[in-house]
């Protein structure tokens, strides 16, 4: 269950969706693809009710057949696609002002993420918020199977009491991922899932990244 944030010591952020928003972009490059392949394109409210991990049964979702291609060419298609125009993407507005605030309060903080190792770390440079994290982790390729075991990675290299770690993410798989670990998590529905989602899992819901710090 969430204490309060003065009780924990370290925050554990997920990247895209909950600092960087992208999902706009995703919708964006999935719709292209969808269309030249004759299937029905989607709204950012659709998205963000069926976009899931392991990103292989949110491609079947949306009508990819993996009998006629295989799923790592549409995954690698995605990505480079993606990638062209990821520059486009910015940090949430709230974002430097929500990390500036818990690193003058004493927190540490890190990142978990489903992104691919050194894009994540391109992107947190690029964007100027590196300075800020102890730790940047992601995945060692583009498939988005999920993060629970560099999740585990991360917590070990960190070696701080698991109750003092709380995991910040936008999407359920966040949610799994703590669970699994044993950790807290906050999710807030500023990116790749609905509130609604979001609400059906045991973890709190907080309606944007400021009302992490009301009251520090």
Same mark, same amino acid.
């Given at each position: ?67 006629? #291609?295989?799923?790592? %060419?549409? /995954? ?6 993606? =990638?062209?125009?990821?520059? !486009?993407? $910015? @940090? ?83 949610? #799994?991922?703590?669970? %699994?670990? /044993? ?6 529905? =500023?990116?790749?899932?609905? !509130?609604? $989602? @979001? ?18």
């Amino acid at each position: 269950m969430f204490q309060k944030l003065t009780e924990y010591k370290h925050i554990i952020w997920d990247w895209n969706g909950t600092l960087l928003d992208d999902a706009w972009l995703c919708v964006e490059v999935m719709n292209g693809m969808l269309a030249k392949r004759g299937l029905p394109t989607v709204n950012l409210e659709f998205y963000r009710s069926v976009f899931t991990f392991p990103m292989r049964d949110y491609y079947q979702e949306l009508g990819y057949d993996f009998t006629k #291609e295989p799923f790592e %060419e549409v /995954g690698m298609e995605f990505m480079d696609l993606y =990638n062209q125009r990821q520059k !486009e993407c $910015r @940090l949430h507005t709230e974002v430097i002002g929500v990390l500036e605030t818990l690193r003058q309060k004493g927190y540490g903080q890190s990142i978990l993420s489903a992104r691919e190792q050194t894009e994540l770390i391109t992107e947190t440079l690029d964007l100027g918020v590196n300075a800020y994290f102890t730790k940047v982790y992601g995945l060692a390729d583009h498939y988005a199977h999920g993060k629970t075991d560099v999740g585990k990675k991360l917590i070990r290299d960190l070696g701080l009491p698991f109750s003092s770690l709380l995991f910040i993410g936008d999407t359920r798989h966040d949610a #799994e991922v703590a669970n %699994e670990i /044993g950790i807290d998590c906050i999710l807030i529905p =500023n990116g790749h899932h609905s !509130e609604e $989602r @979001l609400r059906a899992c045991r973890f709190p819901v907080i309606p944007g990244l400021n009302d992490l710090i009301a009251g520090l």
